[in-house]
């Protein structure tokens, strides 16, 4: 690239490794680079589990040992309107919402990108590990060719107009030559730990987080069969599946032939009776669930795809697995699964895929027991 026609890419540095290896790769591919370190959400009291002031400190010295400007910006009012504020709906509401989702469709896709073309960028670029491609005039989101490392499923709520601002650096490398890298530049931060769960949450112990903003009422956990065997303390604080803090350790538990017992598991939260069912057992019928509805449909290419085999994913981190889409309008639609499903959970985004390629999802609205 002549430095005439240098383009000019934003890049949201983190103070993690991944963007910082990713704002490396631009300026050696020729872009003119700024990085933007967002922050988006106010220190509170609880500053001990807030890393945002150390974020910003490895972003500006990696900023400084690449050769690159970087600015903060603060994102704090819109993060808390547009994720937050749905977060808390969701929960109030007996949801389990992934907050990481809205944050992409809404801040670093939507804020951001905003705010990066009134600094004249051309292009946007983060380190999540996707890529996208384009195919004539539509822009695909793709897997990052690292499958154990791969982010679309946070990124299908894009659209084309997103998608054909947006690089993404790290699609096609693994994560290891990325920490290698890191280490060959002798960036401060090459040994940083990822960071992991829901950003604002980070380290801080959750249900009490949760206990400051949401009402809660206790009633009744229920077996299957209608028995009452405990109270529960609200219905936004258990998510299905769930088998630790359900409190029935010293309850009776039926045993196996050798005399041990299984687990307990959270399995329907009926939100009209304040009802939470538990079960017994990992593979327990009421877990397993063979069809999903899903609605704020999101699709990559703007429309729904026909009806038709694809595979799926209803949360991060499971293999896809085989399923049939049906569409019902533009926003709604149902998944069939080929096998059962475990602990299908209603507020966690139902993500479709056609190969590699991401077709975009929705939030899963209820699903039917397999039995
Ligand atoms: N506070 C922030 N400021 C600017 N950009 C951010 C910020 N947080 C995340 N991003 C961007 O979003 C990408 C994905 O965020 P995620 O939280 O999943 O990071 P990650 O995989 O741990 O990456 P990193 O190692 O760069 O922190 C980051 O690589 C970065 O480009």
């Given amino acids: 690239m002549s430095k005439m026609s240098k383009k000019k890419v934003v890049i949201g540095m983190s103070g993690g490794v991944d963007s910082s290896v990713a704002a490396w790769m631009l300026k050696e591919q020729g ?56 977060f808390l709906r ?58 154990t490392k791969d982010q679309s499923y946070f990124l299908h709520r894009l659209n084309q107009a997103q998608l054909s601002k947006t690089l993404f650096p790290l699609g096609e490398i693994p994560k290891t030559e990325v920490r290698k890298i890191a280490e060959k530049l002798g960036l401060p931060n090459a040994a940083k730990k990822d960071s992991t769960g829901i950003c604002f949450i980070g380290e801080r112990p959750f249900r009490e987080f949760l206990n400051r903003y949401l009402s809660y009422k206790p009633g009744p956990m229920k077996t299957p069969d209608g028995k009452v065997v405990g109270e529960h303390v609200g219905l936004s604080f258990y998510t299905l599946g769930q088998r630790k803090g359900i409190g029935v350790g010293g309850m009776k538990a039926y045993k196996n032939e050798d005399g041990s017992s299984d687990a307990w598991y959270v399995a329907r939260k009926d939100i009209a009776n304040n009802t939470l069912y538990i079960v017994q057992g990992h593979d327990h019928p009421w877990l397993l669930s063979s069809t999903l509805r899903a609605d704020q449909a999101s699709w990559i290419a703007g429309t729904p795809p026909a009806p038709r085999a694809l595979s799926a994913k209803t949360r991060y981190r499971q293999a896809d697995v085989a399923c049939t889409v049906t569409p019902d309008g533009e926003a709604n639609f149902s998944l069939q699964f080929e096998q059962a499903q475990w602990a299908v959970t209603p507020g966690q985004s139902a993500v479709l895929y056609d190969g590699d390629v991401c077709l975009g999802g929705g939030i899963i609205a209820g699903s039917d027991f397999s039995a």
């Fill in 31 to 86: 872009y003119e680079v700024v990085g933007l370190f967002m922050k988006n959400w106010e220190d509170d009291d609880d500053s001990e589990y807030c890393s945002t002031r150390q974020d910003w400190i490895d972003a500006a010295s990696v900023a400084d040992v690449i050769g690159v400007d970087i600015e903060a910006v603060n994102f704090a009012a819109e993060y808390k309107d547009r994720v937050f504020a749905d």
């Fill in 90 to 147: 969701e929960y109030q509401a007996g949801r389990t919402p992934n907050p990481d989702v809205l944050c992409n469709a809404e801040i670093k896709f939507k804020a951001f990108l905003d705010h990066a073309m009134h600094l004249g960028a051309d292009l946007i670029a983060t380190g999540h590990y996707a890529r996208v491609r384009q195919n004539g005039t539509q822009f695909e989101l793709l897997k990052a060719l690292d499958h």
